[in-house]
């Protein structure tokens, strides 16, 4: 049979719409790609990429807490500014952007977040700030993070053989994707508390020293499943009262909510050696009903976190504990969970590890069942 225009025009409509229908299908998924969406809202529930790094301020301050003359100390004070500039926290924190980046989570706890300053006292003439640092990387990558909570942690100054104090400023911050805010993602409900008790630092030089702790959190919603996402960093100095102390304080507060729990952060505790003295750490948040979201998935990996050289430059990864953590608790599942942060490509141009600390990333399923 002959065929006519009108018959090729008739079979040709279908098969346009058909192409014009793959082809919206192809660019829709390649914007999702492209902007990170994660999240889709099933009858099983929702996913969410969460991440948590302590971004290391530079310095491990040994000879401080080994001082024990006037002159010691302001010696270990004088080095202790100099390793902090040597590890270059903006080019460190701009590595951990990269990650983050590459991975696009959600919603980040950023620990150990410091701000250095120099200047007579109070100082304040900032000579870096790796939250500003980490944020102002991401933009320039094209993502818009914003602080959700921010809690602020020990603020110590103290004066150096160079004719000017030194001021460094802890902080521990949960930042949220900005260009997802809407149905997608909200956050609400924002807390941040410090610890009630903390270590009393003593050194050859001023009054007695606070170490100041606690934890922040937020409510975050996806597609109308909230859960809390909080996060701590806990007490590394011994003995371990004091981190004990502040788990039990976190795990009575942080819980108080109806709404599943997201617990991160680096949490100063060996969980592979029940005879550690920070394990009960560990425990108490087992004990809890927290579940251990990497042994959960990989109960036969390490899942070693920390910790490279003090100086960032050792040439292989020296990650030998598992002390960052991912805890979860109620309707939360584990889809997936790595560490990022850990491997030689990863390694600043000047040969630098992003933090002495890796990080971890996971997504999280939200209500329904793996």
Same mark, same amino acid.
């Not at 491990?60 to 010696?75: G, H, I, Q, R, W």
């Given at each position: 049979?002959? $065929?006519?225009?009108?018959?090729?025009?008739?079979?040709?409509?279908? $098969?346009? $719409?058909? %192409?014009?229908?793959?082809? &919206?299908? +192809?660019?829709?998924?390649?914007?999702? +790609?492209?902007?990170?969406?994660?999240?889709?809202?099933?009858?099983?529930?929702?996913? *969410?990429?969460?991440?948590?790094?302590?971004?290391?301020?530079?310095?491990?301050?040994?000879?401080?807490?080994?001082?024990? =003359?006037?002159?010691?100390?302001?010696?270990?004070?004088?080095?202790?500014?100099?390793?902090? %500039? =040597?590890?270059?926290?903006?080019?460190?924190?701009?590595?951990? !952007?990269?990650?983050?980046?590459?991975?696009?989570?959600?919603?980040?706890?950023?620990?150990?977040?410091?701000?250095?300053?120099?200047?007579?006292?109070?100082?304040?003439?900032?000579?870096?700030?790796?939250?500003?640092?980490?944020?102002?990387?991401?933009?320039?990558?094209?993502?818009?993070?914003?602080?959700?909570?921010?809690?602020?942690?020990?603020?110590?100054?103290?004066?150096?053989?160079?004719?000017?104090?030194? $001021?460094?400023?802890? /902080?521990?911050?949960?930042? +949220?994707?900005?260009?997802? !805010?809407?149905?997608?993602?909200?956050?609400?409900?924002?807390?941040?508390?410090?610890?009630?008790?903390?270590?009393?630092?003593?050194?050859?030089?001023?009054?007695?020293?606070?170490?100041?702790?606690?934890?922040?959190?937020?409510?975050?919603?996806?597609?109308?499943?909230?859960?809390?996402?909080?996060?701590?960093?806990?007490?590394?100095?011994?003995?371990?009262?004091?981190?004990?102390?502040?788990? !039990?304080? &976190?795990?009575?507060?942080?819980?108080?909510?109806?709404?599943?729990?997201?617990?991160?952060?680096?949490?100063?505790?060996?969980?592979?050696?029940?005879?550690?003295?920070?394990?009960?750490?560990?425990?108490?948040?087992?004990?809890?009903?927290?579940?251990?979201?990497?042994?959960?998935?990989?109960?036969?990996?390490?899942?070693?976190?920390?910790?490279? &050289?003090?100086?960032?430059?050792? +040439?292989?990864?020296?990650?030998?504990?598992?002390?960052?953590?991912?805890?979860?608790?109620?309707?939360?599942?584990?889809?997936?969970?790595?560490? *990022?942060?850990? /491997? !030689?490509?990863?390694?600043?141009?000047?040969?630098?590890?992003?933090?002495?600390?890796?990080?971890?990333?996971?997504?999280?399923?939200?209500?329904? =069942?793996?």
């Amino acid at each position: 049979m002959k $065929r006519t225009f009108g018959d090729c025009r008739d079979n040709a409509v279908p $098969r346009i $719409r058909l %192409l014009v229908m793959t082809l &919206a299908a +192809a660019i829709l998924s390649f914007v999702a +790609a492209a902007i990170g969406v994660t999240g889709s809202a099933t009858a099983h529930g929702v996913t *969410v990429r969460i991440m948590t790094q302590n971004m290391y301020q530079g310095t491990n301050f040994d000879k401080l807490f080994a001082s024990t =003359t006037p002159l010691e100390f302001v010696t270990a004070v004088t080095e202790s500014y100099q390793q902090v %500039l =040597t590890s270059k926290p903006a080019e460190r924190a701009a590595a951990v !952007a990269r990650t983050i980046a590459m991975e696009r989570p959600d919603v980040v706890a950023v620990l150990e977040a410091s701000i250095l300053r120099t200047g007579q006292a109070p100082a304040t003439g900032v000579v870096s700030d790796q939250l500003q640092a980490l944020l102002t990387e991401l933009r320039r990558l094209g993502l818009h993070y914003e602080t959700v909570a921010m809690l602020p942690g020990t603020d110590s100054e103290a004066p150096t053989l160079l004719g000017f104090d030194v $001021r460094l400023t802890d /902080r521990t911050h949960i930042i +949220a994707r900005a260009d997802l !805010a809407g149905p997608r993602l909200q956050t609400s409900n924002m807390q941040v508390q410090d610890y009630l008790v903390n270590s009393v630092l003593h050194f050859p030089v001023g009054p007695p020293a606070i170490s100041k702790a606690g934890w922040a959190s937020v409510d975050v919603t996806v597609f109308g499943h909230a859960f809390r996402f909080a996060d701590t960093h806990l007490e590394v100095i011994p003995p371990f009262t004091v981190q004990w102390a502040h788990a !039990a304080e &976190a795990i009575a507060s942080v819980t108080n909510t109806t709404l599943p729990i997201v617990f991160v952060g680096d949490f100063n505790t060996v969980t592979g050696d029940p005879t550690h003295p920070t394990f009960p750490t560990y425990q108490l948040f087992l004990d809890a009903g927290f579940v251990d979201a990497w042994k959960q998935k990989y109960p036969a990996l390490p899942g070693f976190t920390c910790c490279q &050289a003090s100086n960032l430059l050792n +040439a292989v990864s020296a990650l030998s504990v598992r002390i960052d953590l991912i805890l979860t608790r109620g309707a939360v599942s584990v889809e997936d969970i790595k560490i *990022v942060g850990d /491997r !030689a490509s990863d390694r600043t141009a000047s040969g630098l590890w992003p933090s002495d600390h890796a990080g971890l990333v996971a997504t999280l399923r939200l209500g329904g =069942t793996n």
